[in-house]
């Protein structure tokens, strides 16, 4: 399975605003809600930008981290034009994956490394290397204190951000069954979100035990678009929250490969995993 994620070629389309909506309760050996979402509003966004890490800062303001071997960067984003206000531009040997901002400091992870940078969000400068001891970079969010970060398995990390070492490590899991490929983490409300890679869905994880509390399915969101002729849609890549607007964001990614995992997918968002 991991040969056909590791490509990872996306093309990004725009930035949503969503709305997430209670609308099923799963059956009485479930002890946690399913949601679906509603598109608010979309904004312009580079389609060539390979999102692999997105958050809302104040004044409508994006920060993004993209992907792809030549065409990574750590950029700041407009979101009403979708402008490029500023941008780094990495090295060609670095792939560009979690971003996520505490204080004055971007910290960004790399793909296939154990690796990132931080940033000064200010200019974008870099100033600081660091190894952030997961197998890989993924996902990385924050709650103000500690960083959470993903490495496209089932375990939840939470690391120093003055020393960059784990701290706590959990695994994540739905109904008792491991919950694989956690990918963008965003936390909300006391809650990690992950994307789970190449499904629909959207995980709100308890960062105190790992337990997956919630499932935010995104099949409308993705059905939507295709009736618009976005072509090969599959998931969305980026997850941003303003929390001072109580607003969601993410991007749309449209991808080479089509349908992969469908099956998985829908049995990750409605009740748990089969082994």
């Not at 941008?87 to 994956?97: I, K, T, Y």
């Not at 959207?202 to 935010?216: E, L, M, N, Q």
């Not at 993705?222 to 964001?249: C, P």
């Amino acid at each position: 399975m991991l040969s056909l994620l590791n490509p990872r070629f996306l093309v990004v389309s725009l930035v949503i605003l969503l709305s997430i909506i209670v609308f099923w309760f799963s059956e009485a050996e479930a002890s946690y809600q399913v949601y679906k979402v509603k598109v608010v509003n979309e904004f312009p966004h580079d389609p060539k930008a390979y999102t692999q890490g997105l958050l809302y800062a104040e004044n409508d303001t994006l920060f993004e981290s993209t992907g792809l071997y030549g065409r990574s960067t750590v950029r700041k984003v407009a979101l009403r034009n979708g402008k490029v206000e500023a941008v780094h531009e990495m090295q060609s040997s670095d792939f560009g994956e979690g971003l996520t901002l505490l204080g004055e400091r971007l910290f960004q992870l790399t793909w296939l490394q154990d690796t990132g940078f931080i940033y000064d969000r200010h200019n974008l400068s870099k100033f600081e290397k660091f190894t952030h001891h997961m197998q890989d970079g993924w996902g990385l969010a924050t709650d103000g204190g500690v960083l959470f970060g993903s490495d496209g398995t089932s375990t939840l990390y939470e690391i120093d951000p003055q020393t960059m070492k784990v701290i706590r490590k959990q695994v994540v899991k739905s109904q008792g069954h491991e919950v694989p490929y956690l990918n963008e983490l965003e936390y909300v409300k006391n809650e990690v979100w992950a994307n789970v890679y190449v499904t629909d869905c959207i995980a709100r994880i308890s960062p105190k035990d790992g337990t997956v509390i919630g499932w935010i399915l995104l099949r409308s969101l993705r059905e939507d678009l295709i009736s618009r002729g976005y072509k090969d849609f599959e998931v969305l890549n980026g997850i941003a929250w303003d929390r001072d607007g109580d607003r969601i964001f993410g991007t749309s990614v449209c991808k080479t490969q089509k349908n992969i995992y469908i099956w998985y997918q829908s049995k990750m968002c409605n009740g748990g995993l089969s082994a």
